[in-house]
């Protein structure tokens, strides 16, 4: 076969330039957001500022609420069943059914939070830990989480592939490095090499930093300005006086040092007071004109830290106006939702759920797949909906529907010793042909 025909097995070209950190510090030219330095940067936005912190809560907890579960998708089911456990979930089409201390074991939820920290640092790294059981098997103890401030390094091959993390050396101890195949890393809109992510708030970060300001500003204008400022004004020499020039400058000037330590320490208050020389003069003085309001900066710094995660809605009242637009921002907001979790789905299924089939079971064998419920489609259980299904026969009662009708709407439980028969349907009217539509109750169709 000529060499141009040649099938392509092997890469000429890169992603990466051979080397511990990506991609990231060349392309990031704001020098505070570098890694690792935009690492404490973020980790103050989040802890700070009540603005961000909606914004990651509105992004994470619809992600963290939703039900997520194992889906077969072919496989044996002692290999859906195995997954499962160790996961914590319940398998596609069936409910969680699982009666064991929870203590000690792998927690999905607790999981799934840490991974989402990802959208803060723009990574999120868990080294994979397993223990045998008495048959033999590698079942999942923990994937456990390497905080992004603990890593010193991070290796990348020069087709982009990662290769291994490294963590800072403690208590004189070697720096830990781990492999990939130990590794399951979640990494927000990663780029060819660069394996440390994007943080979601990276371009909320100069919002953050001028509303930050604006808020220090704010708060010193009220301080300063609020009580006025103290101004002590030395009273002059007595008529008469026989000091001379030298006497009289070392006089003044001993009394404007008392009335500044005066003004300095002058505090509004119940006991607030000051004893003056006759003659000298201390008044409050405020700013004359109007001082600027930064009400409307600091709304407009909210409003764009909001929209860097399309969280419009949270706008709502101050950006638009109104609520008119709020379900055509939360069904945009609800798409970005549905394709951070499918990341969550997707890297969970190929780091996690099929290394733990490969150990267990060989590559060969077909594995499950995570899964999750749309966010925002479930539907309230009303009673008339509820109705409507029995009626139907889209559903039928049983024993754990009247369990859970009587715990949604606050019924007490069912006590079988004063239970009385249900009431037999009313009578339904006849149609009447001539009339073309309902007629009278036929009576020869009931008993009395």
Not at 59 to 82: F, H, N, S, Y
Not at 234 to 261: C, F, V, Y
Not at 331 to 351: C, P, R
Request: hydrophobic residues 40%.
């Amino acid at each position: 076969m000529a060499e141009s025909n040649a099938v392509p097995v092997g890469e000429k070209g890169y992603q990466a330039d051979v080397g511990p950190w990506g991609l990231d510090d060349e392309l990031e030219k704001t020098p505070e957001l570098q890694w690792p330095r935009n690492i404490e940067v973020y980790d103050a936005m989040r802890r700070q500022d009540a603005q961000v912190v909606s914004v990651l809560r509105a992004v994470t907890l619809p992600i963290r609420r939703t039900t997520w579960r194992i889906d077969p998708a072919g496989c044996k089911p002692e290999v859906a069943q195995m997954v499962a456990e160790d996961l914590g979930l319940p398998l596609l089409g069936q409910e969680a059914v699982d009666t064991r201390r929870t203590k000690g074991r792998f927690s999905w939820d607790e999981h799934l939070r840490m991974a989402l920290l990802m959208l803060t640092f723009g990574h999120s790294f868990f080294e994979q830990v397993y223990q045998i059981d008495d048959t033999g098997r590698a079942r999942l103890r923990k994937l456990a989480w390497r905080p992004p401030r603990t890593i010193s390094r991070i290796e990348v091959a020069a087709d982009g592939g990662l290769v291994a993390i490294e963590q800072d050396g403690i208590s004189g101890k070697d720096a830990p490095r781990i492999p990939v195949d130990r590794l399951v890393a979640y990494v927000a809109d990663r780029e060819g090499g660069n394996w440390l992510g994007q943080s979601l708030l990276r371009p909320a970060y100069k919002f953050w930093l001028l509303k930050d300001r604006l808020l220090r500003v704010q708060a010193q204008t009220v301080d300063r300005n609020g009580m006025g400022v103290p101004i002590y004004e030395a009273a002059p020499l007595p008529d008469g006086s026989t000091m001379n020039a030298d006497e009289a400058k070392r006089r003044q000037k001993e009394e404007i040092e008392h009335g500044l330590q005066l003004a300095k320490g002058f505090r509004s208050g119940d006991a607030a007071g000051a004893a003056i020389p006759n003659g000298a003069k201390l008044e409050l003085a405020g700013v004359k004109g109007q001082l600027p309001d930064a009400t409307e900066p600091i709304r407009y710094y909210d409003e764009q830290i909001a929209r860097a995660v399309l969280a419009h809605f949270l706008n709502l009242g101050t950006e638009t106006g109104s609520w008119a637009l709020g379900s055509t921002f939360a069904d945009f907001f609800t798409m970005s939702l549905q394709t951070v979790g499918k990341t969550i789905a997707d890297t969970t299924t190929q780091h996690v759920v099929e290394d733990m089939v490969d150990l267990n079971f060989g590559p060969d064998e077909p594995a499950p797949k995570i899964v999750f419920d749309e966010i925002g489609a479930r539907h309230p259980a009303t009673a008339e909906a509820i109705r409507a299904l029995l009626q139907y026969g889209a559903i039928r009662a049983d024993d754990e529907l009247e369990k859970h009708l009587r715990q949604t709407y606050g019924l007490p439980a069912p006590d079988p010793t004063t239970a009385r028969e249900t009431p037999a349907p009313a009578p339904t009217a006849e149609p009447d042909p001539q009339r073309g539509g309902a007629g009278v109750p036929d009576p020869s169709r009931h008993q009395r």
